[in-house]
C-alpha cells in the first residue's frame, strides 16, 4: 500500500474513532503534502508526489515538531511541548524505522565506496546515495558530518 493511501485510511479510521488530536495531525500532513504538489504544479509538472516525496514531507515535520518542543520546554511552555511530542508520535508511525548509529556508520562506509568518494569534493554524490536509498530512516544533518569525517576534512 503506497503512503497516500496509508495515510488516508488513518484519516477515515481518525474520523469513525472521533480522535481529534490524532485527526489534526493527519490532516496536516495532508496539507503539507497537497502543499507539494501545488508547488511542483506551479513548475509546470502535473506529477502526483512521490512516496519519497512523502516521506521526505515527513521527516521535515518531525524535525520541525522536535525544534518546536525545544522552543515551548525552554519558554516553560509545557502543555504545548507535549502537543508537538504527540504530532510526533503520529506521524513517525507512517516512517521507516529509524537507523541506529551503527546502521548510519555502515551506510556511510558503503556509500561512500560504492560511489568511489575519495574526497570532500566527492560529498554530494556520497549524500545523494544516501538520501536515494535511507530516505526517512536517518537524520541526513546528523549524517553530513560524519560523512565529511570519513572522507578526512
Excluded: W, Y
Excluded at 86 to 109: G, H, M, Y
Amino acid at each position: 500500500m503506497d503512503m497516500r493511501s496509508r495515510l488516508n485510511a488513518a484519516l477515515k479510521t481518525a474520523m469513525k474513532e472521533k480522535d481529534s488530536e490524532r485527526l489534526a495531525t493527519l490532516r496536516l500532513i495532508n496539507a503539507a503534502i497537497k502543499d507539494r504538489e501545488i508547488a511542483n504544479r506551479g513548475e509546470g509538472e502535473d506529477v502526483v508526489v512521490s512516496d519519497d516525496d512523502v516521506l521526505g514531507i515527513l521527516g521535515k515535520m518531525v524535525k520541525q515538531r522536535q525544534e518546536s518542543a525545544k522552543a515551548f520546554e525552554e519558554g516553560a511552555r509545557l502543555e504545548l511541548a507535549e502537543k508537538e511530542r504527540s504530532e510526533i508520535t503520529v506521524i513517525e508511525e507512517f516512517l521507516p524505522r529509524q537507523l541506529n548509529a551503527d546502521e548510519v556508520a555502515k551506510a556511510i562506509e558503503t556509500a561512500i565506496s560504492e560511489t568511489g568518494a575519495e574526497s570532500i569534493r566527492d560529498m554530494g554524490k556520497v549524500m545523494g546515495a544516501l538520501k536515494s536509498k535511507f530516505t526517512g530512516q536517518m537524520d541526513f544533518g546528523a549524517a553530513g558530518p560524519m560523512v565529511k569525517e570519513k572522507l578526512g576534512c
